[in-house]
């Protein structure tokens, strides 16, 4: 059995339960707060985190209850952002990270040893302006994600059009800047997937309907920009907005959502250089796909789809990445983030 946690814009966290056949047998509400709309777990697997999209933004940490799947509040501490959108935790599980788009911050954490929040410790304001005044007047940093294996952290920045690499000082409970990349005028970066050889590392454009791809120096800590896709088919479709972007867990294949186009790209992912090779398109079979992740055995992908209420199974095909819809389904209001947690290995997958 396998279980996941299902992040909203309408108040609630909601809790299904999928079989081994992927037949849905439980769905239920298990926290109520404000604006829940991105989740993360510890790796101890025992708390999870869900940060409020709000002004002031506002992390909750909870005591997570592996036999029953339910959520005890621990404590939460308010954030020096607004509208925090997206929050990451540490590998080592010392500090977690957020990205606050209303005021252009990126935070920082650290943690207790049981999961529990202590007071930021640390907050980056970037600066500039992008291309864009209607979306990019200011910095918007929209994503945190920590490297796997190294002491480094990447934050995407859509209003100023470049990703952002700090290096982390778990001891002093700090990050420092140490490279940034820019990108196209208007690409308006939003969220980022590193491939499990930590070498790759692909960024999704808002603004622009792309996705780039970067070879990371693990040595050096530094990101060069190798190759650009664009999520769409050729032929025109009018406004879209991609939301999220993430590997498979063997690093085979690549996804990422279309809002307004309403789909998931597929990509296959050259084993020796990283280039992306478009595989197709497949409809999310719902309004606008905030968010998705794929289970951690890589056999499900699930959408999360905001303006139509639903959140959408599919099965993924070993062979050829594509997903498969199952005609199966649950409604929940304006759901936002998909977290997996796994009963056999008590694993988690978000991508960002």
């Known amino acids: 059995m396998m279980r996941i946690y299902v992040g909203t814009y309408s108040g609630q966290i909601g809790l299904l339960e999928l079989s081994e056949a992927g037949e849905i047998t439980s769905q239920r509400s298990v926290a109520s707060l404000e604006a829940p709309a991105f989740l993360g777990l510890h790796p101890n697997k025992h708390t999870l985190y869900a940060l409020s999209e709000t002004q002031p933004g506002r992390v909750t940490a909870y005591t997570l209850e592996p036999t029953t799947g339910e959520l005890r509040f621990k404590n939460d501490q308010v954030l020096s952002g607004t509208y925090t959108c997206h929050l990451s935790v540490d590998p080592m599980g010392q500090m977690l990270f957020a990205a ?48 796997p294996q190294q002491p480094y952290l990447f934050v995407a920045d859509l209003g100023v059009d470049r990703v952002f690499v700090y290096r982390i000082d778990r001891q002093k409970a700090r990050i420092e800047p140490h490279d940034q990349v820019a990108l196209p005028d208007g690409a308006g970066p939003r969220h980022i997937a590193i491939h499990p050889n930590g070498r790759f590392l692909y960024v999704i454009n808002e603004l622009n309907s792309t996705v780039t791809g970067f070879l990371f120096d693990p040595e050096k800590g530094l990101l060069t ?93 070993q062979e050829t990445g594509m997903p498969q819809f199952l005609n199966r389904q649950v409604a929940l209001s304006a759901p936002s983030c998909i977290l997996f947690f796994s009963l056999e290995n008590k694993g988690n997958v978000n991508a960002g």
Do not use: M
């Open 225 to 317: 920009a190798t190759h650009t896709q664009s999520t769409l088919p050729e032929s025109p479709i009018g406004e879209n907005y991609p939301s999220e972007v993430a590997l498979s867990p063997d690093g085979r294949f690549l996804y990422g959502a279309n809002r307004g186009h309403n789909s998931l790209s597929v990509f296959q992912v050259e084993e020796a250089t990283g280039r992306l090779l478009p595989r197709g398109h497949i409809s999310v079979e719902g309004d606008w796909p905030r968010h998705f992740a794929i289970s951690p055995d890589g056999r499900w992908l699930v959408v999360a789809n905001q303006k139509s209420n639903n959140v959408v199974f599919f099965l993924l095909d």
């Open 100 to 147: 606050s788009y209303g005021s252009g911050h990126v935070h920082l954490l650290p943690l207790a040893p049981d999961g529990a929040l202590h007071p930021e410790a640390a907050c980056i304001h970037h600066e500039g302006h992008g291309a864009r005044p209607d979306r990019q007047e200011g910095p918007h940093a929209h994503c945190t994600i920590p490297h």
